[in-house]
């Protein structure tokens, strides 16, 4: 399973954009990056997931270069209701009995100011 | 639609105690994996289930087993309870018709152990 580092944590104001970044150095060929996101006493949320170069949907993009041994999650405009701990996975997606387990790191702990 | 569903959500045991811990998955998943998470850290991985049986396991002892049930939904028991078990305790689902490789938690049961 490939280990992911990111930083402890980050402070923003509201109304930026906030980029995290996630280095995987040992990702393998079928591996895809996954970013969760979880609030306090509640279970990690689904953010958003890619392989290579530009994945976006309504809430983040993802940016993943060519040589895929980082990746970095993008929150356009943040609110204090972004603040969170956000986890960036790296492995292969899941399918049903495929027995694939999520390694979750420590994260990285977002703070949104007013 | 109801996403997963855990119950309880709080629960206070006495060491040496036991304890079961329930989970309904998301309509359509057929997978349910679990995890603990200990205050300030990242989820770790228990055990996975599909088709009622236990399909991997991470590194925790045998006083943890699981089980799923006909409808997919899923428990989780611990023996002999330690105060080191004190913990969120989430449920994930995945799988079956819904054809994506997300995983969905559940809000947690939250453990403590006296």
Redesign the interface.
Known sequence: LAKTTQPISMDSYEGQEVNITCSHNNIATND?ITWYQQFP??????II?GYKTKVTNEVASLFIPADRKSSTLSLPRVSLSDTAVY?CLVGV?????S?????????TQLTVLP | DAG?TQSPTHLIKTRGQQVTLRCSPKSGH??V?W?QQALG?????IF?Y??EEE??R?NFPDRFSGHQFPNYSSELNVNALLLGDSA?Y???S???TSGS????????T?LTVT
Do not use: I, N
């Open positions: 895809y006493s509640q279970g990690p949320r689904f997931q986890y997606p899941f399918s049903s009995g027995a694939r387990q999520l390694t979750f790191g420590s994260g | 997963v057929d997978t994996s995890y850290q990242g989820p770790q991985f996975q599909y088709e399909r991997q991470g969120l989430l449920c994930a995945s799988g079956g490789s997300e995983q969905y938690f559940g809000p947690g939250r």
